[in-house]
């Protein structure tokens, strides 16, 4: 089973900013033959869209980060990074990140990495 692989996650004060990297696995596929997004799960909730970036480089924002939160590319990288700026508490979650395949129609979930803003 293809998994993405993240790092970043960590404890955060209020205010302050994390950023998640996210790589596929080594030879698998680069970022341009995907659509990609972060997607969270904060305890007792249902897994909810944080953003999305596609290969045209249009971005969607889940709800309340849009102005706080941005995704990137890095391509010499093989890289997707979530820069989360002015974090609140209500943003403690496992974050994961998704990508869909398009020649195959198929998303690929990485593990998750816990963030945790105290107030």
């Known amino acids: 089973q293809v998994q993405l692989v993240e790092s970043g996650g960590g404890s955060a004060q209020a205010g302050e900013s994390l950023r998640l990297s996210c790589v596929p696995p080594?030879?698998?596929?680069?970022?341009?033959?995907?659509?990609w997004g972060w997607y969270r799960q904060a305890p007792g909730k249902q897994r909810e869209l944080v953003i999305a970036?596609?290969?045209?480089?249009?971005?969607l924002y889940g709800e309340d980060v849009e102005g706080r939160f941005t995704m990137s590319r890095d391509k010499n990288k093989n890289t997707i990074y979530l820069q989360m700026n002015s974090l609140k508490p209500e943003d403690t979650a496992v974050y994961y990140c998704?990508?869909?395949?398009?020649?195959?129609?198929?998303?690929?979930w990485g593990q998750g990495t816990q963030v945790t803003v105290s107030s």
């Open positions: 970036l596609n290969r045209e480089g249009e971005t």
């Open positions: 998704t990508a869909v395949l398009i020649v195959l129609s198929k998303r690929y």
């Open positions: 080594a030879n698998v596929f680069g970022l341009d033959l995907a659509d």
